[in-house]
């Protein structure tokens, strides 16, 4: 069984920073990629970013690429997400996700996820 446990969300203003964590526990993530999706009110659950586990490789969604950070600590029990520049539009509850597809972008291919963190960016 895996745990993933999301922390880090809040209000701020058009144009602040804000950092997601997300703490992973439960078994060996070696063979697993983690993301971060998110989902905003009325609207489908989307991917934001990925990373893998073992090896660094990391994947955004266009519309954070430049702005958002997915990385991970070295004892690899954390999972994190700077997001700078933040946007009215990235309004949204943002999940942590873990799927033993590499770096895979549907949530359909993610068998576990925390119970998500609510960013609320204002103009």
């Known amino acids: 069984q895996v745990q993933l446990v999301e922390s880090g969300g809040g209000s701020v203003q058009s144009g602040d920073s804000l950092r997601l964590a997300c703490a992973a526990s439960?078994?060996?993530?070696?063979?697993?990629?983690l993301a971060w999706f998110r989902q905003a009110p009325g609207k489908e659950r989307e991917f934001v970013a990925s990373?893998?586990?073992?090896?660094?490789?990391?994947r955004y969604a266009n519309s954070v690429k430049g702005r958002f950070t997915i990385s991970r600590d070295s004892a690899k029990t954390m999972l994190y997400l700077q997001m700078n520049s933040l946007k009215p539009e990235d309004t949204a509850v943002y999940f942590c996700?873990?799927?033993?597809?590499?770096?895979?972008?549907?949530?359909?291919?993610?068998?576990?996820w925390g119970q998500g963190t609510q960013v609320t960016v204002s103009s």
């Open positions: 996700a873990s799927t033993i597809f590499a770096l895979a972008t549907s949530p359909r291919d993610y068998q576990y």
């Open positions: 990373h893998s586990w073992s090896g660094g490789n990391t």
């Open positions: 439960g078994r060996s993530f070696n063979n697993n990629s």
